[in-house]
């Protein structure tokens, strides 16, 4: 962990950049890994796509009512409250996630750019409205005050990225000194322009996680062989000593 915590010592503008392997530790399944990631024989990239939000609702809705039901189950790790310490503290100075779940948030992380929106809320199509997910368990749940159809609050296939988030993200890569990827495969477009382009623009590039990337080569620290949560925790008692 020493040449972690030198790193973060010595970086003016540290970001981090995470992705499923973050939430699995926290007990959420990866819908996109190959070991896990097809739900009662189907694949995920069909029903969270916006062919199946307008021609096949009923099963769209039992998907998300069962990723609701694993989220409310589900709670940060210590990695993510490790994440919200570094933040205000000042050592890093912002996150920015492919992850839905809203945990970054609930662990006391402020500055959070959310690439794919957030399953925490669903809104309104007719008015825009939002409300909390849980919703989504009630009878009836799907329905908004105004008669709309309550749909959650993420990128689905097909959509494109939040303009608000996506310009949040690529102003702090520009900036960044120190680019921390923590449990992302990148293998997903356009979300994994912005570690390469922030070591095109000179910031060291940190990738923990469990498998190979195709960025592993540029690293300057590459860590493979530990859960995220555990090289944060050892690297905070490291920074406290």
Request: glycine fraction near 8%.
């Amino acid at each position: 962990m020493d040449e972690l915590n030198k790193l973060l010592k010595d970086a003016r503008h540290a970001i981090v950049f995470t992705g499923a392997g973050m939430s699995t530790e926290s007990g959420l399944p990866d819908f996109r890994s190959a070991r896990t990631g097809w739900w009662q024989g189907k694949d995920p990239a069909r029903l969270a796509s916006t062919d199946a939000l307008r021609n096949n609702r009923e099963e769209f809705v039992s998907f998300y009512r069962m990723r609701v039901e694993g989220l409310l189950s589900c709670k940060p790790h210590q990695g993510h409250v490790i994440l919200a310490e570094w933040e205000r503290r000042g050592q890093i100075k912002g996150i920015i996630t492919q992850n839905v779940d809203g945990f970054h948030q609930r662990a006391g992380s402020r500055r959070v750019a959310e690439l794919h929106g957030t399953l925490a809320t669903l809104t309104c199509m007719r008015c825009t409205n939002k409300y909390e997910s849980a919703r989504y368990l009630d009878q009836g749940g799907t329905a908004c005050e105004c008669g709309g159809f309550l749909r959650p609050s993420v990128v689905l296939f097909g959509e494109s990225l939040p303009e608000a988030a996506f310009a949040q993200a690529v102003e702090w890569t520009e900036r960044a000194d120190l680019f921390l990827v923590l449990g992302s495969s990148l293998a997903v477009s356009p979300a994994n322009w912005f570690p390469e382009q922030a070591k095109a623009r000179g910031a060291k590039l940190v990738i923990i996680n469990r498998d190979a990337t195709h960025l592993d080569g540029i690293a300057d620290l590459l860590i493979q062989d530990a859960p995220i949560g555990d090289v944060l925790r050892k690297a905070e008692i490291e920074w406290k000593h």
